[in-house]
């Protein structure tokens, strides 16, 4: 250590590191160059440019584009009876998704942070991030073996087999946020309420759901996102069931029309900068 | 805590049964990998290994493996930089947009995966004129994984304060001797969890995948993809599968281990 910094002192690392010292400013320019040129500037810019696709054509014989503006792409989708209902249908997945997984995630979260042992605890966070590593494919081919007519469960393809297998899926996202922020609420809040003559159901509603609610929000933008986007899961134990990432997915491939899958692509994106904004204030973006 | 008897019963067995849920197709897949028939008939007429075999002898698997390693090393590298970088700005220092770039660095994970994969191979395709490979693929992976660095680097910031690097800088360390003898090594495991967590993200990622990697771009999630509805390589996707849930707790006890539990709390 004495070494590095008496050499420091002299040569133009030393003037380099007096300088970064005396100026915050350059030091944070320095920090946010490289993450902003990459999420500001390429990433940013790569959803603005889809975004203009979106008001371009393609050619129905060659599929190039044709770089004109138009509103046409828009004006099929506010139109198409069966857009609108495709994008309900997706809205409706994924806040199904979404409910099932709070409902399922809570009570494990609050076993796992509130009841185990920390030795349990560690082992339990195991238990519950093992799954994600798992291929998301083979569980839903795991889930389509289990739901077919001769399989364990037996109930058929569709929608509702959607909703069980996506929310299967994504659980471990809804689980780990929460159980992270019930962590961090200390166990003497707990006991104050009880002192104070609260019974469980009350402790919860007033002392342990307000302080989690901004956990469980940041779960919600996984299952919630996840499931809005999926077209693949949809395909395996869908059946017949079109989502909007279904859409999207045809028009770039089969029928080889970017701009009108730009289009569609908006909807989701809308819908979770919506979300996004709405939750903001509660504090779910640093709880990820 | 004034949990009644019941209550606590009810949460236990809400997590029996939960992590039960989670783990019987899972067990199917393991169990189905050592299946002598070839359809999983159920129950199993006998137990091989053959198909473990198969897979180990399967260029295709092989292939992929190495394509999804070098994939996620190279988009955990860049979460890595751009993560870190991104946490010390926006924990040390207070200035305009703040909270943007916050919620910047979660849009990518935040927005469903196909938009960000067609917006990324529209702007490579029609924007750049860059050919899609192993690089774009990269690209893509490093994109949504920055977000669980950043989550892990800014947590550790807020945990540690100023102190040592300020009893550093009065012990006449200068700005990098510093970085390299304190912070650097008080970040080490945030960085390590963030890290795994990046590499896993990248690892299980078919979505951005399927429109950031060229035709000849093969990662494993796209090799089971492909293989998935054929019957014949249906034991060996399943082997795959298998060794991917076996394999795994070792990187997740090493990040768990290394992040830690919050001792305060207790």
Partial sequence: ?288 | MNLSRTARAALWTALVLGLGVVYVPLGVVVLNSFNSDRTFGWPPPGFTLQWWGAAWRSTGVRDALWTSVQAGLGATAIALVLGTMAAFAVQRYRFFGRDTVSLLIVLPIALPGIVTGIALSNTFHSVLGVPLGLFTVIVGHATFCVVTVYNNVLARLRRTGLNMEEASADLGADTFTTFRLVTFPMMRSALLAGGLLAFALSFDEIIVTTFTAGAGVRTLPIWIFENLFRPNQAPVVNVVAAALVIVSVVPIYLAQRLSGGDPQTR
């Fill in chain 1, 1 to 288: 250590m004495t070494d590095s910094a008496v050499v420091g002192r002299t040569g133009p690392r030393a003037r380099a590191a007096a300088f970064l010292h005396r100026h915050a400013r350059t030091r944070l320019a320095l920090l946010l160059s490289a993450p902003l040129a990459w999420l500001g500037l390429a990433y940013l810019g790569a959803l603005a440019a889809l975004f203009v696709t979106a008001f371009w054509s393609a050619d129905t014989f060659t599929g190039d584009l044709v770089k004109t503006f138009t509103w046409a792409n828009f004006h099929d989708l506010v139109t198409g009876e069966v857009y609108r209902t495709i994008a309900l249908r997706s809205l409706g997945v994924a806040v199904a998704v979404t409910l099932v997984d709070l409902v399922v995630a809570f009570p494990m979260a609050f076993a796992m942070a509130k009841l185990a042992s920390p030795r349990a605890q560690r082992w339990l966070v195991i238990l519950v991030l093992t799954p994600l590593w798992a291929s998301y494919l083979v569980k839903a081919y795991a889930w389509r073996v289990m739901l077919s007519s001769g399989g364990l469960l037996g109930w058929g393809y569709g929608l509702g087999a959607t909703v069980a297998t996506l929310s299967y899926l994504w659980l471990p996202y809804m689980i780990l946020p929460i159980y992270a922020g019930l962590e961090r609420l200390p166990n003497s809040l707990l006991d104050a309420a009880g002192d104070l003559g609260a019974r469980g159901w009350r402790t919860f509603r007033t002392v342990v759901w307000p302080l989690s609610f901004p956990a469980v929000v940041a779960g919600s933008i996984f299952t919630f996102s996840l499931s809005l986007g999926d077209y693949i899961t949809v395909k395996i134990v869908g059946g017949k069931s079109q989502l909007i990432g279904n859409v999207v997915y045809d028009n770039i491939g089969a029928a080889n029309n970017l701009p009108f899958a730009a289009a569609v692509a908006t909807v989701p994106v809308v819908i979770m900068l919506v979300y996004l904004a709405a939750v903001r204030r509660t504090g779910a973006l640093e709880n990820l």
